[in-house]
């Protein structure tokens, strides 16, 4: 980027054929990925799945073990991190202790030699609403104030792409939500794209227009957050984006327009152009607030599936919906939200309930169901520790 | 840190308020005692010593109370190349301990970070001078240096140095010393700064425009100025009292002698005790001067 000058608009980012592996494991195979020019775009993922690895590839923080990284339809792939027009707000913020708040977000314009870099720089922590703090030093800030200097830091050098790496993480719900809003405004306001990783699907279904979740360095599916919410691709998006009722079954028929799958015995129909595979076994799922739940059988009529009878499990209220866990034979536990129309819970735990859903609703996978466990294990290592401290102490009671 | 001697009394800490109590005394006293008897005391007794005057018709050595404020402007006359001799070697020597220290630290603390056991045998390194006698090592380096050595003679033929000269007895070698003999003592506080520096500042700075000398410069310098100061003091204050290096027993010669050789051979050899202390006051003050004047124009209260 010239020195002097601000980018005039955003710049669109492609990854091409990017890997990145570290001695012992790679982070990122094989990824392609285009990020329109003034996007708010979202990469999301479990932890450990790459994706903080590629923000700091398109920082230039790291170096890609192959593939080409092109910003506004520059080959970046070789450029130093200090020469590329790329800003981050980094998880950590870090925000220079040495310096006072304004210091610190004048620091980058004052690299560029822009003019009048402090008032620039007081305007930038005007937006974030920090001004009155222009004099203090970061670690008198609150958490929530040093994140918000930092994307002031960020945002001031108005950077052609914008990485945010989690940067709402240190924030409590209230102060999430009014950051998130502020962001997006921010971002329609200035016009520049922004390249948001989280693990956070709310946050990235809220902010982002389009969504692309990544699992164990490849991109499982990309689209708009409705999209990618009313028709996941996979297992792995259906129970990360949300939560799913999913359901494996051999197709019995297929007409036109919808395909017939068995499900322990149940006749259940899905529309064939929300269906990836249309034969053999498959995988289909729905999503819980789609179901409806009925303490007597429900009568069949076209184009809505029923199932059950089965036993209510459980019964988790909480404000605005009910979730209600329902087993049922053959089938396995079926999860349901309920919309708190009546005051409380309808169904008592050990009621005999059935659950029916539109047809339209439902939705088929592409994964073999073989060849995938219904959930990813995504434990992290704290929680295998305590899991395996806990079996080993009963071993040791038995004994 | 022995920076903390310094430390300036105006940096606000935050602590919780503390219930006074006469433990904290009691653990304070064989300090303060210590402290009495073996620093205030000596002090003391070398500010009388400073104004003593010589007895009438007495013998060499022999002084009496008095107030004889003049013997500080004889030694100021007499002495004053030996004093400038001091600082100025101290300056040279802090300034080459500083440049070779801090990439030595830099390279232990933060490029060796991934490699432990690395970082671990150069910190050794670092300290295994210390298992030798200070006297011994400076002592082989006058051997080192002597004039038929391969070095010499190297530098002779190389043109370096004239045929006639000798390298020891000059302030080269003098310097040369006392930036040996301190280098750890620079290199470990400095250390101990990097070692803690988070390398995420400064990937923040390459993100924010500033190429590797901007970043340095104003992100990892300022960072680590904490070490600097107390390696600098470190190396500083001892290095104007050397005598040793300096001394013509070792690497110096009447002409490189510092203030302490001076200290020493009216001590010891011409027994005028009262020029003596009263060379050791002004050291003392002197250096009580320049440090404060560092001190306070670094500014390094906000850093600690």
Same mark, same amino acid.
């Given at each position: 980027?010239?020195?002097?000058?601000?980018?005039e608009?955003?710049?669109?980012?492609?990854?091409?054929g990017?890997?990145?592996?570290?001695?012992?494991?790679?982070?990122?195979?094989?990824?392609?990925?285009?990020?329109?020019?003034?996007?708010?775009?979202?990469?999301?993922? #479990?932890?450990?799945?790459?994706?903080?690895?590629?923000?700091?590839?398109?920082?230039g923080?790291?170096?890609?073990?192959?593939? !080409?990284?092109?910003?506004?339809?520059?080959?970046?792939?070789?450029?130093k991190?200090?020469?590329?027009?790329?800003?981050?707000?980094?998880?950590?913020?870090?925000?220079?202790?040495?310096?006072?708040?304004?210091?610190?977000?004048?620091?980058?314009?004052?690299? !560029?030699?822009?003019?009048?870099?402090?008032?620039?720089?007081?305007?930038?922590?005007?937006?974030?609403?920090?001004?009155?703090?222009?004099?203090?030093?970061?670690?008198?800030?609150?958490?929530?104030?040093?994140?918000?200097?930092?994307l002031?830091?960020?945002?001031?050098?108005?950077?052609?792409?914008?990485?945010?790496?989690?940067p709402?993480?240190?924030?409590?719900?209230?102060?999430?939500?009014?950051?998130?809003?502020?962001?997006?405004?921010?971002?329609?306001?200035?016009?520049?794209?922004?390249?948001?990783?989280?693990?956070?699907?709310?946050?990235?279904?809220?902010m982002?227009?389009?969504?692309?979740?990544?699992?164990?360095?490849?991109?499982?599916?990309?689209?708009?957050?409705?999209?990618?919410?009313?028709?996941?691709?996979?297992?792995?998006?259906?129970?990360?984006?949300?939560?799913?009722?999913?359901?494996?079954?051999?197709?019995?028929?297929?007409?036109?327009s919808?395909?017939?799958?068995?499900?322990?015995?149940?006749?259940?129909?899905?529309?064939?152009?929300?269906?990836?595979?249309?034969?053999?076994?498959?995988?289909?799922?729905?999503?819980?607030?789609?179901?409806?739940?009925?303490?007597?059988? #429900?009568?069949?009529?076209?184009?809505?599936?029923?199932?059950?009878?089965?036993?209510?499990?459980?019964?988790?209220?909480?404000?605005?919906?009910?979730?209600?866990?329902?087993?049922?034979?053959?089938?396995?536990?079926?999860?349901?939200?309920?919309?708190?129309?009546?005051?409380?819970?309808?169904?008592?735990?050990?009621?005999?309930?059935?659950?029916?859903?539109?047809?339209?609703?439902?939705?088929?996978?592409?994964?073999? #169901?073989?060849?995938l #466990? !219904?959930f990813?294990?995504?434990?992290?290592?704290?929680?295998?520790?305590?899991?395996?401290?806990?079996?080993?102490?009963?071993?040791?009671?038995?004994? | 840190?022995?920076?903390?001697?310094?430390?300036?009394?105006?940096?606000?800490?935050?602590?919780?308020?503390?219930?006074r109590?006469?433990?904290?005394?009691?653990?304070?006293?064989?300090?303060?005692?210590?402290?009495?008897?073996?620093?205030?005391?000596?002090?003391?007794?070398?500010?009388?010593?400073?104004?003593?005057?010589?007895?009438?018709?007495?013998?060499?050595?022999?002084?009496q109370?008095?107030f004889?404020?003049?013997?500080y402007?004889?030694?100021?006359?007499?002495?004053?190349?030996?004093?400038?001799?001091?600082?100025? &070697?101290?300056?040279?020597?802090?300034?080459?301990?500083?440049?070779?220290?801090?990439?030595?630290?830099?390279?232990?603390?933060?490029?060796?970070?991934?490699?432990?056991?690395?970082?671990?045998?150069?910190?050794?390194?670092?300290?295994?001078?210390?298992?030798?006698?200070?006297?011994?090592?400076?002592?082989?380096?006058?051997?080192?240096?002597?004039?038929?050595?391969?070095?010499?003679?190297?530098?002779?033929?190389? $043109?370096?140095?004239?045929?006639?000269?000798?390298?020891?007895?000059?302030?080269?070698?003098?310097?040369?010393?006392?930036?040996?003999?301190?280098?750890?003592?620079?290199?470990?506080?400095?250390?101990?700064?990097?070692?803690?520096?988070?390398?995420?500042?400064?990937?923040?700075?390459?993100?924010?425009?500033?190429?590797?000398? $901007?970043?340095?410069?104003r992100?990892?310098?300022?960072?680590?100025?904490?070490?600097?100061?107390?390696?600098?003091?470190?190396?500083?204050?001892?290095?104007?009292?050397? &005598?040793?290096?300096?001394?013509?027993?070792?690497?110096?010669?009447?002409?490189?002698?510092?203030?302490?050789?001076?200290?020493?051979a009216?001590?010891?050899?011409?027994?005028?005790?009262?020029?003596?202390?009263?060379?050791?006051?002004?050291?003392?003050?002197?250096?009580?001067?320049?440090?404060?004047? &560092?001190?306070?124009?670094?500014?390094?209260?906000?850093?600690?």
């Open positions: 980027m010239a020195i002097g000058t601000f980018a608009a955003g710049a669109d980012l492609e990854l091409i990017i890997n990145k592996r570290f001695p012992g494991f790679t982070a990122i195979d094989e990824l392609d990925l285009t990020v329109p020019a003034g996007s708010f775009f979202a990469l999301l993922g #479990p932890s450990g799945c790459g994706k903080t690895t590629t923000l700091r590839l398109v920082a923080l790291e170096e890609p073990t192959a593939g !080409r990284i092109l910003i506004g339809g520059k080959d970046v792939t070789k450029v991190t200090f020469k590329r027009p790329v800003n981050t707000v980094f998880q950590s913020y870090a925000l220079f202790p040495h310096m006072t708040v304004l210091e610190n977000v004048a620091f980058g314009l004052r690299r !560029r030699n822009i003019a009048d870099a402090l008032g620039k720089a007081h305007e930038g922590l005007r937006l974030v609403e920090l001004d009155h703090l222009a004099a203090r030093k970061p670690q008198q800030l609150s958490g929530g104030q040093q994140q918000r200097v930092a002031a830091r960020a945002l001031v050098n108005r950077p052609a792409l914008l990485l945010l790496d989690e709402l993480g240190a924030l409590d719900l209230k102060l999430r939500r009014q950051m998130q809003l502020e962001l997006k405004a921010i971002q329609n306001e200035v016009g520049l794209t922004f390249l948001h990783v989280t693990h956070d699907q709310e946050e990235a279904m809220t982002a227009d389009t969504v692309a979740v990544l699992n164990k360095g490849r991109i499982e599916q990309m689209g708009a957050p409705e999209e990618l919410y009313e028709l996941p691709r996979t297992a792995f998006v259906a129970n990360f984006l949300g939560q799913s009722n999913l359901f494996t079954g051999a197709v019995t028929s297929s007409s036109g919808s395909i017939v799958v068995d499900v322990a015995g149940v006749k259940v129909e899905v529309p064939s152009a929300r269906a990836q595979r249309h034969v053999g076994l498959v995988t289909i799922g729905v999503r819980p607030e789609k179901l409806l739940l009925h303490t007597a059988p #429900p009568e069949p009529s076209v184009g809505t599936n029923v199932l059950g009878p089965g036993r209510v499990t459980d019964v988790s209220f909480s404000g605005v919906s009910t979730q209600y866990q329902l087993a049922i034979p053959g089938v396995g536990v079926v999860v349901v939200f309920a919309q708190n129309m009546v005051f409380g819970p309808v169904v008592h735990e050990g009621a005999e309930a059935w659950v029916s859903w539109t047809v339209d609703h439902s939705f088929g996978l592409a994964d073999v #169901p073989e060849a #466990p !219904r990813e294990a995504d434990t992290d290592t704290a929680t295998i520790a305590t899991q395996v401290r806990h079996k080993l102490l009963a071993e040791i009671e038995e004994s | 840190m022995a920076f903390a001697a310094f430390g300036s009394s105006t940096a606000p800490v935050e602590q919780a308020p503390r219930r109590s006469g433990i904290a005394l009691i653990l304070l006293a064989p300090g303060l005692a210590y402290l009495a008897l073996f620093f205030l005391t000596p002090l003391i007794s070398l500010v009388i010593t400073s104004v003593q005057a010589p007895v009438e018709f007495g013998d060499v050595g022999q002084f109370n008095a004889k404020i003049e013997n402007f004889a030694v100021v006359q007499d002495y004053w190349p030996q004093f400038l001799r001091s600082f100025g &070697y101290a300056l040279v020597a802090t300034f080459f301990a500083l440049i070779i220290s801090y990439p030595l630290a830099y390279f232990i603390g933060v490029t060796a970070r991934p490699w432990p056991l690395a970082q671990a045998i150069l910190l050794t390194l670092v300290i295994a001078p210390f298992f030798i006698s200070f006297l011994l090592r400076t002592f082989a380096w006058k051997q080192l240096m002597a004039e038929d050595t391969p070095f010499v003679q190297g530098l002779k033929a190389l $043109s370096i140095l004239a045929p006639d000269a000798n390298l020891v007895g000059t302030p080269f070698a003098v310097i040369f010393g006392l930036t040996y003999n301190f280098i750890p003592f620079m290199t470990l506080p400095i250390y101990v700064t990097l070692e803690r520096l988070d390398t995420r500042y400064l990937e923040a700075g390459n993100d924010l425009y500033a190429g590797p000398l $901007s970043t340095f410069l992100v990892t310098l300022p960072l680590s100025l904490p070490g600097i100061v107390s390696g600098t003091l470190l190396t500083f204050i001892p290095a104007a009292g050397d &005598y040793i290096n300096a001394s013509s027993s070792f690497l110096g010669s009447a002409s490189t002698s510092m203030i302490g050789n001076v200290i020493e009216n001590f010891i050899d011409l027994l005028d005790y009262p020029v003596a202390a009263a060379l050791s006051v002004l050291l003392m003050g002197i250096i009580l001067l320049i440090v404060g004047l &560092y001190v306070r124009r670094v500014g390094t209260e906000d850093l600690l």
